[in-house]
């Protein structure tokens, strides 16, 4: 596998460039599952280079506008280095808090049966000890059981705290964790109907009804 160059800056991309670095690009891409391509990469620049770094960059968690197929610095970065020995950076992110599950109740849905009137967070509905896992790295700042949110942990990353609620267990219960790192299981405790994390963002220090949308 050759050695992928430094990131040459976004505008290096466009239609009829040829260069050698985005033949390298296209082998990483394949490497990494991502390529498109039907007979190979090559080195000038077409659609389905873009088609397959905008794989690539979903596979990072990145959506709409950061995954437009157009290279960045942070997901070059990412592809110069093998999987096998690429740590997980500060910046990651992962694409759910519960591992191949989406929102079923989103953020801000109205209801009567909400203290507030509406909901405070995102649920995700999934089985019973399903993983949470921390959404970016960070630190876990509390950890406690109440009769609303039973068994909960609160993950603090730039500038917010992201509560995990409805814990079956709490694995982490204090200090660093990086993005990805298994921090709980799915459960039921507390005020709920059946096994799904209650996922909440506030600001940090943020009390009940700060919340804001649950985005990381
Ligand atoms: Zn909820």
Redesign the pocket.
């Known amino acids: 596998m050759p050695a992928l160059a430094p990131f040459p800056g976004a505008g290096f991309f466009h239609k009829g460039q040829r260069s050698p670095v985005i033949a390298a690009m296209g082998k990483r891409l394949v490497a990494e599952g991502c390529g498109k391509y039907r007979t190979g990469p090559g080195p000038e620049w077409t659609e389905v280079d873009q088609q397959s770094y905008a794989a690539w960059q979903r596979k990072l968690g990145f959506e709409g506008a950061e995954a437009n197929g157009i290279p960045g610095k942070t997901s070059w970065e990412r592809l110069r280095v093998p999987a096998a020995t690429r740590p997980t950076p500060q910046g990651a992110r992962v694409a759910s808090p519960v591992p191949g599950h989406g929102v079923t109740?989103p953020y801000r849905k109205k209801g009567p049966h909400w203290s507030l009137g509406y909901?405070t967070?995102a649920?995700y509905a999934a089985p019973e000890r399903k993983p949470c896992v921390a959404v970016r790295s960070g630190s876990i700042v509390r950890s406690g059981q109440d009769t609303s949110f039973g068994k909960f942990l609160v993950l603090r990353t730039g500038g917010f705290d992201f509560w995990y609620c409805h814990l079956s267990e709490r694995t982490v219960t204090e200090g660093s964790v990086r993005a990805g790192q298994k921090i709980g299981r799915v459960g039921s405790t507390g005020n709920a109907t059946g096994p799904?994390l209650?996922f909440e963002k506030r600001p940090a220090g943020g009390g009940f009804g700060t919340d804001v949308k649950p985005v990381w």
């Open positions: 109740t909901h967070g649920d799904h209650h």
